[in-house]
């Protein structure tokens, strides 16, 4: 059974950065297309960012790019979303997916989620 884990949100000031984590398990890490999604209180769920399994190749949405940094390290089972210079917009709960077959941009492309970790800017 796959298992994901975010951690790392909380309340920070507009400009402000913070670091998500997802710890994963039950399954090869390594092998995973993983992303980072959100969802603002009554929004659709929005792809962010994503990673291939190798680390290589990875996509952003164009509100965060520059600003947010997805990576991984297979070593630990761990991916990272790290977020600079957030803005209130960016206020949401970020979740963790993972997918061992095609991945997309959609909710629908992963098979796997963690709980979600809450993420709230102020201005």
């Known amino acids: 059974q796959v298992q994901l884990v975010e951690s790392g949100g909380g309340l920070v000031q507009a400009g402000g950065s913070l670091r998500l984590s997802c710890a994963a398990s039950?399954?090869?890490?390594?092998?995973?297309?993983m992303a980072w999604f959100r969802q603002a209180p009554g929004k659709e769920r929005e792809f962010v960012a994503r990673?291939?399994?190798?680390?290589?190749?990875?996509y952003y949405i164009d509100s965060v790019k520059g600003r947010f940094t997805i990576s991984r390290d297979n070593a630990k089972n761990t991916v990272y979303l790290q977020m600079n210079s957030l803005n209130p917009e960016d206020t949401a709960d970020y979740y963790c997916?993972?997918?061992?077959?095609?991945?997309?941009?959609?909710?629908?492309?992963?098979?796997?989620w963690g709980q979600g970790t809450q993420v709230t800017v102020s201005s």
């Open positions: 990673i291939s399994w190798s680390g290589i190749s990875t």
């Open positions: 039950g399954r090869t890490f390594s092998s995973a297309v």
């Open positions: 997916a993972a997918s061992w077959s095609n991945a997309g941009l959609t909710y629908r492309d992963y098979q796997y």
